[in-house]
């Protein structure tokens, strides 16, 4: 009967303050933090709220236990200043005064109960627990400390590597989806919560995708790299197969979302290209053999990321008779991907008379005909091989619109007469030892 009516009888003053805790108790937790890869801001320390008007003297000792407890106690002072200053001084003791706030925090543990003594030594106890959690964060994150306060960093560093790009992208996973690396590495019920990642990534793919900005790409990456994570660690945890397995729909979103253009520009901007790529490889590399368009799509992220231990996928593309779409694909990855053997993989193609379609260049062209360009497969295959060898394409009569920055097009690059196409293969078979970038003959 006392707490209630010391609580309805508060000072006006003091009933604005006690409502302010109750909001101020509603906090985030440390998981919800704002994203790493903002830019660098101003850090806010405790010392700079607006509590600092109080001063701590070389008297006060910070690790004494019997002054900490005279703190807690002066948290219910009838005083709103004594009650500001000693909330500013146990925030500023921080950890060491962090065992006696939460003993504080319930009431049946105080021999005069007093509710707003509990309320603001929660507070603290979050306010405190936060600011730990940030400093071992950013510990973390300057390669100070071995290990963050977060699960899985050990299995991540195995897949990826250990640099302050792999660790911001590994903070990033738990502040966009650290419940789910949470549930799925400590959860051992029978169903387990990875199983749901398609509908999770879905979600958030909805939501966050199609707004072309770095923030929602940042929730993006996060969710993909935590799903790639925890499919690719997926031995040893229950449900290890049903862990393993994406659906084609989720399939499709993964490899969807990791090519969009604004994603590509995050990972750049944010140097953890090479992180995202060794968990796309370990991931694509777990997974059992499917049907044609798993293959498809794992050529299309082989290209993308320059996974060279998938070039023998696009060998075995190109030598079957897939639909020419595929073989085009396995082309252009080929390419990217420029192993040792690629320019004897694309020889046995340069006979391949299919047509793939003709291309209209802006002007008519003496060297390329009448303003047409036809493109053969055989005109593909010889291409790359001359772009592998170092040379340019120009040079063997190929028309400049028709490569575009450079690159070689399935819907461009070919010739624009016959006599054009015969004479760049005659040029070709005499070249022997050429010097090239990429080490091929």
Known sequence: MKVGLRFIFLSPFRSIFF????????????????????????????AQNTESNFELTESFLPNDSETVQGLIAQLGAPEFSKREEADFKLKTIGGPALA??????????????DLEIQLRAKRLVQLIGRQQYSQKIDSFLALDASDPPLVGWQAFRKITDDTVAARRLFVTMHEVQGDL?????????????????????????????????????????????????????????KNEQDVAKADESEFKRIQQALIKPVTLTFIEKTGTRHSIRRLV???????????????????????????????????????????????????????RLAV??????????????????IYTTGSAN??????????????????????????????YGFDRE????????????????????????????????????????
Not at 186 to 213: A, E, W
């Open 281 to 335: 490889s370990k991931w694509l590399k777990d997974r059992p053999e499917g049907q044609l368009w798993e293959t498809l799509f794992q050529l299309e992220l082989a290209k993308e990321f320059q996974l060279k231990e998938f070039a023998p996928t696009a060998f075995e593309v190109l030598n079957k008779k897939y639909p020419t779409h595929a073989r085009v694909l396995a082309i252009e990855t080929t390419l």
């Open 181 to 237: 690396i949470e549930k799925t590495l400590t959860d051992r019920s029978k169903s387990n919560p990875i199983n749901q990642s398609g509908q999770r990534l879905s979600s958030v793919i909805r939501k966050d995708l199609y707004v072309s900005n770095l923030n929602n790409a940042n929730k993006v990456v996060g969710t993909i790299a935590a799903i790639l994570f925890l499919k690719s660690i997926h031995k040893g945890l």
């Open 19 to 46: 409502c302010g805790i109750i909001l101020g108790s509603c906090q985030l937790s440390p998981a919800a933090i704002g994203p790493v890869f903002q830019e660098p801001g101003v850090e806010v320390t405790a």
């Open 100 to 113: 006696q706030l939460k003993k504080a925090t319930r009431l049946s543990n105080h021999t005069k109960p």
């Open 402 to 441: 028709s490569l575009p920055n450079d690159s070689i097009s399935p819907t461009r690059t070919g010739f624009g007469s016959e006599e054009l196409r015969r004479s760049a293969f005659e040029k070709w078979s005499k070249q022997k030892n050429t010097p090239n970038r990429t080490g091929l003959k």
């Open 366 to 395: 003496p060297l390329s005909g009448p303003g047409k360009v036809e493109i053969r497969f055989c005109d593909l295959a010889l291409a790359s091989s001359i772009v592998l060898a170092g040379l340019d394409p120009i040079d």
């Open 340 to 357: 040792p053997d690629s320019i004897a993989q694309l020889r046995p193609f340069y006979d391949d008379q299919t047509v793939l379609g």
